[in-house]
């Protein structure tokens, strides 16, 4: 026969104590079903005083989903990756992006007529 150890024969772990018939009344709760634009149903459980929210994201696709069967939240709209340029051009007009331009040439070749070293 192996030797030693601390286990107790024919329990397992986490099991209560020995000879407790009954774990004790669960907490009350309550179901809830939440609908996805892709028809998914995701019935989660809630404390019976827990507030339920209007929204829960569908845990199979990520989508919103809402408790309205027949109207479910449409999916969320993605904007496009927009480039560094594309947010300039937003901030600035062609006019002023003309007067930085001009600038910065003036700036550059008022360095070189001086002598400086352009890296």
């Known amino acids: 026969m192996a030797g030693?150890?601390?286990?107790?024969?024919?329990?397992?772990?986490?099991?209560?104590?020995?000879?407790?018939?009954?774990?004790?009344?669960?907490?009350?709760?309550?179901?809830?079903t939440y609908f996805c634009s892709h028809d998914h149903r995701s019935v989660i459980t809630f404390s019976s005083q827990a507030v339920v929210p209007d929204s829960w994201d569908c845990p199979r696709c990520g989508l919103p989903a809402s408790l309205d069967c027949d109207n479910p939240p449409p999916a969320p709209r993605n904007e496009p990756y927009?480039?560094?340029l594309a947010y300039v051009k937003e901030r600035r007009s062609d006019a002023e992006a003309a007067d930085i331009l001009a600038e910065a040439l003036?700036?550059?070749?008022?360095?070189?007529?001086?002598?400086?070293?352009i890296l």
């Open 4 to 32: 030693g150890g601390n286990a107790i024969r024919g329990s397992r772990v986490g099991a209560g104590p020995i000879g407790e018939v009954e774990r004790g009344d669960a907490a009350p709760r309550q179901t809830v």
């Open 82 to 84: 927009k480039t560094h």
């Open 106 to 117: 003036q700036t550059l070749r008022a360095r070189r007529k001086a002598g400086d070293v």
